[in-house]
């Protein structure tokens, strides 16, 4: 039985930031959405241009800021 959320790890710049859980059958642009709609990841990333986003269904997201 596979399990209806899994927890995805956000990174910042190559380094983990938070973990949030998404629903277990997201493709890369929901998660890209789910994450950049999380409070504490807005506020790490405000002010500062997103130049990528990287996503990886079911594992991790990571986000390029500079």
């Keep these: 039985m596979r399990d209806e959320s899994v927890e995805v790890v ?5 380094k983990v930031k938070e973990r949030i859980m998404v629903p277990a059958g997201a493709d890369a ?3 890209e959405k789910a994450v ?3 409070p504490r990841v807005q506020a ?11 996503a990886v ?3 991790l ?3 390029v800021v500079g």
């Design 10 to 14: 956000v990174q910042i710049n190559g």
């Design 29 to 31: 642009k929901a998660l």
């Design 36 to 38: 950049l709609a999380e």
């Design 44 to 54: 790490l990333t405000e002010g500062k241009p997103v130049r990528k986003v990287i």
């Design 57 to 59: 269904p079911g594992k």
């Design 61 to 63: 997201v990571n986000i």
